[in-house]
């Protein structure tokens, strides 16, 4: 019963993307993304190097969709961590 509420939850987001239902309602968004790199040094410490922030695309949906997060998760994840 769970999964194939699930199922159809994930169909019906979807199709709203694909057919841009409701009518007028973009599919697309964009989030500013500020990434960083933590380098570890010898010394046991910890270096940051900032990069500036850049415009990542995503979905606007419940769901990721055709390759892209949904911008409401980007939103609340708009900082990126990469070990280096």
């Not at 500036?52 to 979905?59: F, H, S």
Request: hydrophobic content about 35%; aromatic content about 16%.
């Amino acid at each position: 019963m769970t999964v194939s509420l699930f199922l159809l939850a994930y169909i019906a987001d979807h199709v709203s993307v694909a057919y841009r239902i409701p009518g007028g309602r973009q599919p697309f968004g964009s989030v500013q993304v500020r990434k960083f790199f933590a380098i570890q040094l010898k010394d046991r410490k910890t270096e940051y190097v900032f990069q500036p922030p850049e415009a990542q695309p995503c979905v606007n949906s419940l769901f990721p969709q055709l390759g892209f997060e949904p911008c409401w998760y980007k939103k609340r994840h708009s900082t990126q961590e990469m070990d280096y």
